[in-house]
């Protein structure tokens, strides 16, 4: 985007669709405790720092550059954190402040941020909550990760002057064809980045059609994650209570997809009596249902939030706990990609085969279709239809170990051909810096 062309947006202010939006916006205000309160009691706010969904920042502004990057929840969060590394790395006097939305990846955050980054939750998209955000943050960069778009958020940022930049933008048919209901909106909202970054070809594609002007594609941010960390006194006491019993997990699974593991599980049992099957729902809070509906299958269920332990009467260890997969793809060596046999797309295959796990998914694979495709054709994934496919897959792998370690490795040599993302993503956000340095050493001292 030119410096012409974005100075033509600022002067003549959001386009009507956007104009309207924030009109909607301002007038439910008055709801906004309301929602709050409602997503408090469900456990999808943190009650310690309520304040920051309305812009009210929780500490200072700190000195120096900022740069802002907007990662929705935990996936597009870890993703970021190489990028994070580099971009310190680069500039001594840089900071990096991470906005996500949910509780987990606030959580994770805390946990995986190094020095001189810090998190907060991104305000609501109400006007006045956008503006008291950047009028306290004032950001030099602003980055957005993968397909969340905040339109007043957004745009106020770009009205103020602040750099920003789409990075592994990711967009599904499906939003696609959503924002296409709004042409003129979208194309404004899109236009107001100055760089924008696809993660594959298609979602470049999709941009380039809503409106996107040069959209490059270097890679996947996903590619050069680093693996989930595990508890390793978590881990041990795990491998010691399963000890020589096969073992498969199925993991971020949706409603649905847990019984099709468990009909899975009870079509293994003539081949391997002892076979223990590890669940890691995508949504903990589902937890005590799925217990519920597992046991009414006749299947004993251990349930990792309850403190409840695996012995010999286990046939599901239930994982309905936060920010723990990196111990469950250590467990097991084989993986069914939740997401997938149901219409949510699937999630990301990098996290377990990064692991060196062989991998198996469902037909549903619209949000990694690029990444789902280059898996199986490498012989990394088998793709199943239905429980009975789903058990036919583990017990091939179970049955044949040389089979499961090829596989298994075919999808970790993937993952190690780093697509040099980070570093091509690091290098352009660091080239919108240097015109914006010398105005904030002046605007931030």
Not at 13 to 34: C, D, E, N, S
Not at 87 to 95: F, I, K, N, P
Not at 132 to 149: C, K, M
Not at 305 to 329: C, H, P
Request: proline letters at 5%; glycine letters at 6%.
């Amino acid at each position: 985007m030119s410096e012409q062309h974005t100075e033509r947006d600022r002067t003549r202010g959001p386009q009507f669709g956007l104009a309207l939006y924030r009109m909607a916006t301002r007038a439910i205000g008055p709801l906004v405790p309301l929602l709050l309160s409602h997503r408090l009691k469900r456990g999808k706010e943190d009650a310690a720092r309520l304040n920051e969904r309305r812009g009210e920042a929780t500490r200072a502004r700190p000195k120096g550059t900022l740069i802002w990057i907007h990662a929705a929840s935990v996936g597009e969060s870890l993703s970021v954190l190489p990028l994070i590394n580099h971009l310190l790395a680069e500039r001594d006097d840089t900071l990096v402040l991470v906005t996500t939305g949910t509780v987990t990846s606030a959580k994770l955050m805390a946990e995986r941020l190094p020095p001189r980054a810090f998190h907060q939750y991104v305000p609501l998209d109400h006007p006045d909550f956008c503006a008291r955000f950047l009028d306290h943050w004032r950001p030099d960069l602003g980055v957005w990760v993968e397909s969340e778009f905040w339109p007043n958020l957004i745009t106020t940022s770009d009205e103020r002057g602040i750099p920003l930049a789409l990075v592994n933008a990711r967009i599904t048919q499906k939003s696609f064809d959503g924002w296409q209901r709004f042409p003129k909106t979208i194309a404004d909202l899109v236009g107001r980045f100055s760089l924008v970054f696809a993660q594959d070809n298609a979602s470049a594609a999709r941009l380039e059609a809503l409106g996107t002007c040069h959209v490059s594609t270097p890679g996947n941010l996903k590619h050069d994650a680093e693996p989930l960390t595990a508890d390793a006194r978590e881990l041990g006491a795990l491998r010691r209570a399963i000890g020589t019993r096969a073992v498969w997990l199925a993991t971020n699974t949706h409603d649905g997809e847990e019984m099709i593991a468990a009909d899975a599980h009870k079509a293994l049992l003539y081949d391997y009596p002892g076979l223990l099957t590890l669940i890691v729902p995508r949504h903990p809070a589902r937890g005590s249902e799925i217990a519920r509906q597992l046991r009414d299958r006749a299947l004993g269920v251990a349930q990792r939030s309850k403190g409840q332990r695996i012995d010999a009467g286990t046939d599901v260890y239930l994982a309905d706990t936060l920010g723990e997969l990196g111990i469950f793809y250590r467990l097991s060596n084989i993986v069914f990609v939740g997401g997938t046999m149901v219409d949510v797309g699937g999630h990301n295959p990098f996290e377990p085969a990064r692991l060196n796990n062989a991998l198996i998914a469902g037909p549903s694979e619209f949000n990694f279709a690029e990444a789902f495709a280059t898996f199986t054709n490498a012989d990394a994934l088998i793709r199943i239809a239905d429980s009975a496919g789903l058990a036919t897959a583990v017990s091939g792998l179970i049955a044949d170990e040389t089979e499961c370690r090829r596989r298994a490795d075919a999808a970790e040599s993937i993952v190690a051909k780093s697509s040099a993302a980070t570093r091509i993503t690091c290098d352009a956000l660091l080239s919108l810096l240097p015109a914006v340095a010398a105005e904030s050493a002046v605007s931030h001292a």
